[in-house]
């Protein structure tokens, strides 16, 4: 880096960061955060400054864009991170724990799976995903259908090994919705869960509400976007990878296409 | 079975033939299990002498009435239901109040959804032998009812399939050829004259066709969501298929059977006959009702599948390689057994969830959180605290040094020993020791040797009154005679000698 950076670069640069902790703000509301983002795009000294800055904080710069500004993402064991035990932390039984994790975890990855639903989408910097609470729910279900299939029946889990359940078995047996005294949704039924997921990753500004009156129906944002194509989705792969667990990807995704014949 | 392929060894096979169709037969029979749980359990309700309603019966008409109500978007709420059963379970104790009667049915619905439970179903263990030939215990999970949510919110009741299975009393049987089995009996029944075995063929029937209704009705909306979670390649076009091919033919069996009837019942000159045709007529005719319903379905969903092909798939070129979301981490993951899942998951989160600044309480932000209008009740209900139980201080009355010389002082084998005496010498050595061993006397006489039996015990303390009386400053009443009788394990009962003439 070069001798020349001031003070008032290092101060920058650390607003630029400041605003990608309140993810609801975006460069085009604010004349100094655009400049900011501007800056960052344009001087790469300043751009330099700001990723280590970022990287001091333990923080990671995914992506600074005139859209949705700067997109951090937080590093393992970083004091911004969110962490799985606190969001999960509902579950009381210690066995059960594990299972609440999962649980969350599948919500999570099927609300991106079900906002970019191909590769396309995913990498497509236009695309704008819509999910709601029946089809997040609604997608999981139909997967652990498919794979419930294919064991026919077989898969029964072990009553002496709870741990070797499989996540469809766990996630199928929890109730989709139940009625509680007051009439409302319990929080523990997946679509609950599922509910309460979507509230916090609008929160993050990640989801968008599309309308008031229709409730529980989101778009997805550039922000979400990023998040989950340049990190999220590469370190749960690696994950599985380690686990594997390879999947040979299709040209066209997962995605099925019929032939001429049938159209 | 696919199983059946599985088995490597050959001289194994007959093993796992029988196998499959155990496991098959103790899955069936586990469903029955929470209906007769519901009558094991009817007498330790406090708030009802439940010994005079058959709650399995009240259970079973509650699964009828749901699976009848089952269409294909909805199911009913809960309040209807018990509306519903109401008049059958009050028709079961006529002379309790209607209240009751409601509440009956609230209690049964509740146990049938397993309401309590997180996951609110049922569990069953059974076991099973692996392709090595161990035994292994596998827990069976299914549930009778499910609750649903509707599109306006509500929440539905709807009958699982493995409740229909038990209701209709077909267990593993194949959807659509008991249907079909099932209208060539009724075709049969009515022919020979049997009406009213010719009305519960034609209820089975209805419920085959509810269920069928709602498997396809759950691959359509799949498709509508998401069209490659479900394969149209071949399981789609041919399920389309025989659901059309079995429409049709229903369509053609029903309204002869229809035309039959209706010329039964009016025909018929026995008044009982007649009604009974009538009701079959209704039966009958709501079948057509929903084959029409599902028939509408059918041929609408290819073009179904058409739109959502073309909307779900259009797009340009692919911009850069991108995972495959849904194919390559979702169902890769959900096939993970739930420990192994786990770290996938979790690192996924981690990097999705986004970044949460710590939090740092300011005056300004407190204040203004003060300030702030009460939040609006959400719809769903919060997380449940977990309560901090601070362990109760001094809950012991005795120590345990107290209860050791009570022990000492109580422990008469073969002599018994007047209880003033022994309060007498408890005394002397602590005031409060006294008050034990009195208690303790008290709670000998006429104690219950059943349960001694079962917990096991070689000897019990057993106290009768001798017809005097004790008065000393501190206590006074009946004296008390104390021993200790031997309990024989052989008769498992106490000596009755011992313990009445010691």
Known sequence: MSANVTLSDAESAARLVAFGLRPKQVPSRDVVYADLVRRYGEDSVFKQLTNGVAAGMGLMVLDVSAGSGIVLAANEESAFETKMDSYARAAKIRDRRETEKVLHGIIHLAVAALGFPRPDDLANDTYVGRVSVEQV??????????????????????????????????????????????????????????????RFLAEQGFLVAVNADAEGVYRTTHRYQVQVRELAADNAFAELLELGVVTVPESGGSLRTSTVDTL | MT??????????????????????????????????????????????????????????????????????????????????????????????????????????????????????????????????????????????????????????????????????????????????????????????????????????????????????????????????????????????????RHVEARFRAESAILRDITAARDDTEDIEQKRRAAELVDIVGDCIRRHTQLQARLQSAGAVFRAEQDRQQFSGPAKRAAIDLYGQLLTPILDQPVGTAARPLEAYFRAAAGIRPPTATSLPSLVSLLLRPAPERAKVVGEVPDPQLAPSEDSERFSEEQWRMADELLDLPEVGRELSGLLAEAAERDPELARLV?????????????????????????????????????????????????????????????????
């Open chain 2, 438 to 502: 009195a208690l303790r006397a008290v709670h000998a006489y006429s104690p219950e040797v059943g349960a001694a039996v079962r917990s096991g015990q070689g000897r019990m303390l057993v106290a009768v009154a001798t017809g005097r009386t004790i008065e000393t400053e501190v206590y006074g009443g009946d004296e008390l005679l104390l021993t200790s009788a031997e309990i024989s394990a052989e008769t498992g009962t106490a000596e009755d000698g011992t313990d009445q003439e010691s």
């Open chain 1, 137 to 198: 729910d609604g997608v999981v279900r139909e997967a652990c259908r498919v794979l419930d299939e294919r064991a026919a029946g077989k898969g029964d889990p072990l009553v002496d090994a709870p741990e070797l359940e499989h996540a469809w078995q766990a996630y199928m047996r929890r109730p989709e919705a139940a009625a509680t005294k007051d009439g409302r949704l319990a929080a523990d039924s997946t679509r609950g869960m599922v509910s309460r997921a979507l």
């Open chain 2, 3 to 244: 199983r059946l392929r599985l088995v490597s060894v050959p001289e194994h096979e007959p093993t796992y033939e029988l196998d499959d169709a155990m496991t098959r037969r103790m899955k069936a029979l586990a469903c029955t299990a929470p209906l007769h749980d519901l009558d094991a359990r009817k007498g330790m309700l406090d708030w009802v002498d439940a010994g005079i309603y058959q709650m399995a019966e009240i259970a079973l008409h509650m699964i009828d009435k749901v699976t009848i109500a089952m269409d294909f978007d909805s199911g009913a709420d809960h309040e209807r239901m018990i509306n519903k059963v109401t008049p059958f379970v009050a028709a079961q104790a006529p002379d309790r109040p209607n209240t009751e009667h409601a509440r009956v049915a609230g209690w049964v619905l509740d146990n049938l959804l397993n309401v309590g439970t997180v996951d609110r179903g049922f569990r069953r263990v059974y076991g099973e032998l692996d392709e090595g030939g161990t035994y292994r215990r596998r827990a069976f999970d299914f549930k009778l009812l499910v609750e649903r949510a509707g599109t306006d919110g509500q929440v539905y009741l709807r009958a699982t399939d493995e409740a229909i299975n038990v209701l209709v009393g077909a267990l593993d049987t194949d959807v659509e050829s008991a249907q079909v089995a099932a209208e060539l009996k009724l075709e049969h029944l009515i022919s020979s004259g049997r009406l009213a075995e010719a009305k519960l063929a034609a209820e089975q029937a209805r419920y085959r066709t509810v269920q069928f209704g709602e498997t396809l009705r759950g691959r359509l909306d799949a498709t509508r969501r998401d069209v490659r979670a479900v394969d149209w390649e071949r399981e789609i076009p041919e399920l389309l298929d025989s659901a059309l």
